[in-house]
């Protein structure tokens, strides 16, 4: 099994910034992407940003120039720094991954239980 573990939430004030960090262990052979969810009350998860094999890079429209993904292979972690932040993004963070658990296998996806992030005055 592999498990995705979010850090770094918290209660920042508006133009403030955050960096959490998502660390993957268990069976790992190889991560293909992986990825930050937002999702605030009453609203459906959505894409913040992801980082894939090669690290191409892809971002939300709301968080370009703001927020900045990056990957550890050697730490199979993946880190998302926030800077600027604003009240709309209030919301709890999940860590997303592709996961390879075996050479010659398909990759599997994980969630992690998310993290809270508060941008309040």
């Known amino acids: 099994q592999v498990q995705l573990v979010e850090s770094g939430g918290g209660l920042v004030q508006p133009g403030g910034s955050l960096r959490l960090s998502c660390a993957a262990s268990g069976s790992i052979f190889s991560i293909y992407a992986m990825g930050w969810y937002c999702q605030a009350p009453g609203k459906q998860r959505e894409l913040v940003a992801s980082i894939r094999w090669g690290d191409s890079t892809y971002y939300a429209d709301s968080v370009k120039g703001r927020f900045t993904i990056s990957r550890d292979n050697a730490k199979n972690t993946t880190y998302l720094q926030m800077n600027s932040l604003k009240p709309e993004d209030t919301a709890v963070y999940y860590c997303?991954?592709?996961?390879?658990?075996?050479?010659?296998?398909?990759?599997?996806?994980?969630w992690g239980r998310g993290t809270q992030v508060t941008v309040s005055s």
């Open positions: 997303n991954a592709d996961v390879v658990v075996r050479k010659g296998d398909i990759d599997y996806n994980y």
